[in-house]
């Protein structure tokens, strides 16, 4: 059964950091390249980064520059270092694959950046 489980969302002020984690389960991992995606209330779901199963990474311009995607093929683990987070940046973040037909989603992580 295919599962993806992110964790690591939370309320952190403007300027502040956060590293975020998915955990994939029933899929040949290192096969896919993988992406975060968000979406804010309201507004539909958006890329924010992607990762090949190489290691060459992307960045919406929104984030890139603030942004780390990285993944560790042994644990079946992609992360988001997030720095210098903004207001902007509150949203559900989610993983799934970055081409093809999604996986099914998971629940996400609830992003907030708020003072």
């Known amino acids: 059964q295919v599962q ?24 040949f991992f290192n096969g896919f390249a ?30 890139r520059g603030r942004f780390t995607i990285s993944r560790d093929n042994a644990k079946s683990t992609v992360y988001l270092q997030m720095n210098s987070l903004k207001p902007e ?12 037909v999604p996986l099914a989603w998971g629940k996400g992580t609830q992003v907030t950046v708020s003072s």
């Open 4 to 27: 993806l489980v992110e964790s690591g969302g939370g309320l952190v002020q403007p300027g502040g950091s956060l590293r975020l984690s998915c955990a994939a389960s029933g899929i």
């Open 34 to 63: 993988m992406a975060w995606y968000r979406q804010a209330p309201g507004k539909p779901r958006e890329l924010v980064a992607t990762i090949t199963n190489g290691g060459t990474t992307n960045y919406a311009d929104s984030v």
């Open 89 to 100: 940046d509150t949203a559900i973040y989610y993983c799934n694959t970055a081409r093809g």
